[in-house]
């Protein structure tokens, strides 16, 4: 049985990426798509002590709409100095902020305009740090050559060619999935209803969806990975379904 799922990349992504990466055997990210402005592809919040931070890669724009998500250049550099600071302030009194603070400084020193390079790296270190072993393939692979369509035509061309019985939809995939479409081709749609769970944060009260950053500097990596799928579905769960 193989399960797959496929996603835009995202920087800094939320909890909810996360789990989805560990209910999957396959991960395809969809950089061969058109890029899509204020979304969360180049930007992610974080919680500072003057609320919520939000975190923004500068991209060149113009001409977005003919361009896919791996052709897109990072605007200019100042981002990457603005983007730690932030992090810094907000973060450098978390319990496990000095257990990760290296790589990240580091991260935000390096150079180039490749967005996707930038964000992938970024997100292979994360799905690491939380011991997430799920195969990750790119759209843009030769590999993927011919396959093409638009959402669930391309969804459905993904999961013949991994010869999947189940794909990963996020919750948004009910408002474009024809369920019985898939079942006539011998896949089981699984639509992720994310529950956010509650955890220990920094500045008053709790605020959801924030960058899996805030989770990993407040509580580690262990904690972390546990606390993504409480009342969540698993991936025993998922395979008994």
């Not at 939320?14 to 979304?39: C, P, T, Y």
């Not at 008053?204 to 990596?221: C, H, Q, R, T």
């Amino acid at each position: 049985m193989t399960h797959l799922t496929a996603m835009q990349p995202a920087y800094l992504p939320w909890l909810g990426f996360f789990h989805k990466a560990m209910l999957a055997d396959v991960f395809v990210i969809l950089d061969d798509v058109q890029f899509e402005r204020n979304s969360f592809i180049n930007r992610n919040k974080v919680k500072a002590q003057q609320g919520e931070q939000w975190l923004t890669i500068p991209l060149k724009t113009v001409g977005h709409l003919d361009k896919t998500i791996r052709q897109m250049e990072i605007a200019d550099d100042r981002w990457r100095k603005k983007h730690w600071q932030t992090i810094y302030n907000a973060y450098h009194k978390a319990p496990y902020f000095k257990e990760y603070a290296g790589f990240f400084e580091a991260f935000y020193r390096r150079e180039g305009r490749s967005f996707i390079e930038q964000v992938c790296f970024m997100q292979y270190i994360l799905l690491d740090f939380l011991g997430i072993k799920t195969t990750i393939k790119y759209q843009s692979s030769p590999e993927f050559k011919g396959i093409t369509g638009h959402k669930q035509e391309l969804i459905l061309n993904l999961c013949k060619y991994f010869n999947a019985d189940t794909f990963i939809f996020g919750s948004q995939g009910r408002n474009y999935a024809d369920v019985e479409l898939f079942r006539q081709h011998g896949i089981r749609c699984y639509f992720q209803d994310y529950q956010h769970p509650v955890y220990p944060q920094q500045w008053g009260e709790f605020v959801p969806n924030m960058s899996i950053i805030d989770l990993l500097f407040n509580v580690g990596a262990n904690r972390a990975r546990e606390i993504i799928k409480e009342g969540n579905t698993t991936k025993s769960e998922l395979l008994e379904g």
